[in-house]
């Protein structure tokens, strides 16, 4: 199984609301990995989980909150969004969950396109 | 710092022939690995290839080939006989840093696969 789950696949809200996007993976990978996507760009690295640890938050606003409550599971917990947070927020994971040069192959979930309004 | 650079926003080609997107790339590491990625459109990103750089091979998989000039820091993708399944975003990730767990990716090249 080499799949990665994200639910929702779209999200609409508002700019008061508390919303959760979340993650799967039972690949047994070690590090998982939240991006941005606007449309026609490159995904922007946002946070990255190494065996349930936070490794990497590239300054994301706090108004992003992730969550790894296990290795399996990645949650990213949305509160007082901007209309320019709208975006395709993808989720990845990776099997070792090592840094360097030495990287990995990420396998990608489909994503959640959230419109905040 | 890793920086890369896909030179060519938009490509197309026809169907049955053969295409080659562009990728350059900057790092100080000596032996690292190097990705390229696709995304259809409304699909998920996956591995198309990867590249070891010690290894002298250019990597294959099926109808895609790389060209990896060590040297040069180039890293380009030939896809052969184009289907149309082929038209999408593709994306090269450059090596990481030394001890880093980013990744970055190019801009992409969106390519087009004409009937």
């Known amino acids: 199984d080499t799949e990665v789950t994200q639910t929702p696949k779209h999200l609409v809200m508002g700019m008061t609301n508390k919303k959760s996007l979340k993650c799967e993976q039972h690949m047994g990978h070690r590090a998982m990995y939240w991006y941005k996507q606007k449309a026609k760009k490159p995904p922007e690295l946002m946070f990255v989980?190494?065996?349930?640890?936070?490794?990497i938050n590239e300054s994301v606003p706090s108004r992003f909150s992730p969550e790894c409550p296990n290795s399996s599971l990645l949650n990213l917990h949305l509160h007082a969004l901007q209309p320019e947070d709208s975006a395709l927020y993808l989720c990845?994971?990776?099997?070792?969950?090592?840094?360097?040069?030495?990287?990995?192959?990420?396998?990608f979930g489909p994503g959640t396109r959230l419109l905040v309004l | 710092a890793q920086t890369v650079t896909q030179s060519q926003p938009e490509m197309s080609v026809q169907e049955a022939e053969t295409v080659t997107l562009s990728c350059t790339y900057d790092t100080s590491e000596s032996d690292y690995y190097l990705f390229w990625y696709k995304q259809p459109p409304s699909r998920q990103m996956i591995l198309v290839i990867r590249?070891?750089?010690?290894?002298?091979q250019n990597a294959t998989e099926n109808r895609f080939s790389v060209n990896f000039q060590k040297a040069a820091k180039s890293f380009s993708l030939k896809i052969s006989d184009s289907q149309l399944g082929d038209a999408a975003m593709y994306f090269c990730a450059p090596p990481r840093a030394s001890g880093t767990y980013k990744y970055i990716f190019g801009t992409g090249t969106r390519l087009k696969v004409l009937a």
């Open positions: 590249q070891e750089a010690y290894k002298q």
């Open positions: 989980y190494s065996y349930e640890k936070l490794s």
């Open positions: 990845a994971s990776s099997q070792r969950g090592t840094s360097g040069s030495h990287g990995e192959t990420q396998y």
